[in-house]
């Protein structure tokens, strides 16, 4: 069975690196460049397994995704990686407890992943 991604990022290069990784490991990858439209995407396309999802875009941030859908329970257990470029100790701790599965910090690598 295929493993599906969402990944939502405002930057092209990072939804294009991060498709390269993914699909090089067996991940079908779906793509959007914003909050708003993931919460559009995922309500109305089959599940996913997993989003990585960029904290900030300039429609609405990964957070308030994020608290959006663990507020739905049809996706209160989706596996949601917080995808960001600016993480210290303390935002790391805020993304898990407001609901975020884990954290991978930009630029990613195969490794990471």
Request: one cysteine or more; charged letters at 25%.
């Amino acid at each position: 069975m295929t493993r599906r991604v969402l990944l939502v990022d405002d930057v092209q290069l990072n939804r294009k690196l991060a498709n390269a990784f993914m699909s090089k490991m067996g991940w079908e990858t779906m793509e959007v460049d914003g909050g708003l439209l993931a919460l559009e995407w995922l309500r109305s396309h089959p599940p996913v397994d997993l989003i990585l999802l960029d904290i900030s875009m300039p429609d609405l941030g990964g957070e308030e995704v994020c608290q959006q859908l663990r507020a739905d329970p049809n996706f209160r257990h989706l596996k949601i990686i917080a995808y960001t470029a600016h993480a210290g100790h303390d935002d790391i701790q805020r993304f898990l407890a407001n609901g975020f599965d884990a954290t991978l910090i930009k630029p990613i690598s195969s490794q990471r992943l």
